[in-house]
T-cell receptor
Framework: KAGVTQTPRYLIKTRGQQVTLSCSPI?????VSWYQQTPGQGLQFLFE???????NKGNFPGRFSGRQFSNSRSEMNVSTLELGDSALYLC???????????????FGPGTRLLVL | DAKTTQPPSMDCAEGRAANLPCNHS???????VYWYRQIHSQGPQYIIH???NNETNEMASLIITEDRKSSTLILPHATLRDTAVYYC??????????????FGQGTTLQVKP
């Protein structure tokens, strides 16, 4: 099976712009989670989508949003970019069904965003 | 906040076993222990997880103490490619929060020739 894919892999934007990142989960996986990784804050949970519904949300401002499509692919959007949004954005997918193995999250390679 | 405590760094000689400890003294009965690792600037890689029994797979072994308050990840024959940050995470199973992993600072393992 192909792993989690994320596009684009690298992105440069300027302050005030918006950006959309894409994530394709492992085939058959229904849950997609997004994380932000910065040197100062480490890996932080952004939100999770399951069956096109946001199920969990981390402590991020409303400029960060996401959605999930019927084929489980997900996008996240950051509006009005700030310098501090420069980070590695990671997507992870899981089957999600009750039981430990099916809940395991598998991560993609990430999208590295640089805001100038 | 992360529910685990790990040493910030460890060294290991190539070819020797790497034993990475993790404390999770407040773990509850329905929480799993998961281990991931992240090689520089890549996405975290799943290694192994367990509930209360010791687990082994092709990558590593996970030893969980009887009281479940701590665990050890064992890489039996460390190679230079095992140099990475290793994260120990406790996660509730079978709930609506399962899609949310709380990462701590992890342990940076340096495998030396």
């Amino acid at each position: 099976k192909a792993g989690v894919t994320q596009t684009p892999r690298y992105l440069i934007k300027t302050r005030g712009q918006q950006v959309t990142l894409s994530c394709s989960p492992i085939s058959g996986h229904r849950s997609v989670s997004w994380y932000q990784q910065t040197p100062g804050q480490g890996l932080q949970f952004l939100f999770e989508y399951f069956s096109e519904t946001q199920r969990n949300k981390g402590n991020f401002p409303g400029r960060f949003s996401g959605r999930q499509f019927s084929n489980s692919r997900s996008e996240m959007n950051v509006s009005t970019l700030e310098l501090g949004d420069s980070a590695l954005y990671l997507c992870a997918s899981s089957l999600w069904a009750a039981g430990g193995t099916q809940e395991t999250q598998y991560f993609g390679p990430g999208t590295r965003l640089l805001v100038l | 906040d992360a529910k685990t405590t790990q040493p910030p760094s460890m060294d290991c000689a190539e070819g020797r076993a790497a034993n990475l400890p993790c404390n999770h003294s407040t773990i509850s009965g329905n929480e799993y222990v998961y281990w991931y690792r992240q090689i520089h600037s890549q996405g975290p890689q799943y290694i192994i997880h367990g509930l209360k029994n010791n687990e082994t797979n092709e990558m590593a072994s996970l030893i969980i103490t009887e009281d479940r308050k701590s665990s050890t990840l064992i890489l039996p024959h460390a190679t230079l490619r095992d140099t990475a940050v290793y994260y120990c995470i406790v996660r509730e199973r079978g709930s609506s929060n399962t899609g949310k992993l709380i990462f701590g600072q992890g342990t940076t393992l340096q495998v030396k020739p």
